[in-house]
């Protein structure tokens, strides 16, 4: 049941999907498998499309905020999340969102208030697949690759699942950030979580 596709009509979002880098189409495939129409941000003219809500794939935070800034999207986003838009970040998503990344300095968006520590579960430990609680919505599959997890949430956000002691999804007003990967199991949920935000 619940990985099945609600009846929720999800056709009036139009979600934005960073895709400079990383694992974008997945996300794609789930939002429009779940009804919502999709398209992609590749350079600051994209931004001209009207879309009411943001994903940020994972892949590689630093190249992903640096291909936002050459590109001149990452203070029109910036100004759009800390103005309510809701969005999803997913891995290095997440850390693009992290107001504070543990030990380096990604310069991302830093509108989420949390501190993150990038590929925190080390080499042995780079990928691997779980089940744990999320929000309100029970057990999820969580699959983490090369993950960051929460070392702190701040006053402002919130946290929303937890594996091993660690803090692996957090929120903040619109904003859910992600340690792992939804896109990449066939649960839905956090996805329409989301399209509901
Ligand atoms: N390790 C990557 C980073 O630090 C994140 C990995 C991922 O998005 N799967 O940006």
Do not use: W
């Not at 809701?86 to 300095?105: M, R, S, W, Y």
């Not at 904003?175 to 839905?188: A, K, R, V, Y």
């Amino acid at each position: 049941m619940s990985n099945s596709p609600t009846n929720t009509d999800n056709s009036a979002h139009t979600v934005a999907v960073l895709a400079v880098q990383g694992a974008f189409l997945e996300h794609r495939l789930m939002l429009e498998k779940l009804g919502a129409h999709v398209i992609e941000l590749r350079q600051a003219r994209d931004l001209e499309q009207s879309f009411d809500r943001l994903v940020l794939p994972g892949g590689e935070s630093t190249v992903q905020a640096k291909l936002l800034r050459e590109q001149n999207m990452l203070e029109p986003l910036r100004e759009r999340i800390a103005g309510g838009m809701p969005v999803l970040g997913t891995c290095a998503g997440l850390i693009l969102l992290a107001k504070n990344v543990e030990g380096d300095e990604v310069n991302g968006f830093g509108t989420l208030d949390v501190t993150v520590k990038r590929n925190a579960y080390g080499r042995q430990l780079g990928s691997f697949h779980c089940e744990a609680e999320f929000g309100e919505l029970g057990n999820v599959p969580m699959t983490f690759i090369r993950a960051p997890y929460i070392a702190e949430v701040g006053s402002n956000a919130k946290a929303l699942a937890t594996v091993d002691g660690h803090v692996v999804a957090a929120c903040q007003g619109k904003q859910i950030g992600t340690s792992f990967h939804p896109e990449l199991d066939n649960d839905t949920r956090i996805h329409q979580l989301f399209l509901d935000l």
